[in-house]
């Protein structure tokens, strides 16, 4: 059925509102019109491209989740957590965080990501890093990405300590190890 603009617009946002996951190709089929149609229907109703579609409910939903700090103040981008289990965070290393000479990374913000990614993990309002046993692999260079994985093996009621575990890559290649001792108030 063919439907004017106004119409195939108000349906569109409707739709896009269900399903923030519905790809221009799948609207397009859906009402019938070309997916130039689409995107130029998106841009006037200033509804946003999948993948921010996709970004934004995806922080959304860790904003919601994290406890132990704001957003903020963590170190790169948390892309998947799961509390008191495990997180993932992203970090690209820009000009600002290198030397200017050789364009290595300065190790402060490679364990800066490690260590607010190993806070963000812990399922609390308090988290304290206790102690870390870290190692650097191989330098981390400018404009390379840098993909941390925080995974927690350890939960102590007793003593208010939870270890988790990160391993930093960029590609597949293990750049940074930390065992962290974290401090929590409970559990």
Sequence with gaps: MKRNKRERQQLLAETIKENPFITDEELAEKFTVSIQ??????LELSIPELRERIKSVAEKR????VRSLPLEEVI?????IELDKSAISIFDVKQEH???RNRIARGHHVFAQANSLAVAVINDELALTAKASIQFTRSV????????????TRIDAD???TTVEVSSYVNSELVFKGDFQMY????
């Excluded at 790169?76 to 998947?80: A, K, L, N, Q």
């Excluded at 929590?184 to 559990?187: D, E």
Aim: charged fraction near 50%; aromatic fraction near 2%.
């Design 37 to 42: 149609t689409i995107r130029l229907d998106r």
């Design 62 to 65: 860790i904003e919601d989740e």
């Design 76 to 80: 790169g981008e948390i892309i998947d």
């Design 98 to 100: 290198v030397f200017k």
């Design 141 to 152: 260079k400018e404009n390379e990405r840098v993909i941390a994985k925080a995974r927690v």
């Design 159 to 161: 003593t208010g300590r």
């Design 184 to 187: 929590r108030s409970k559990k």
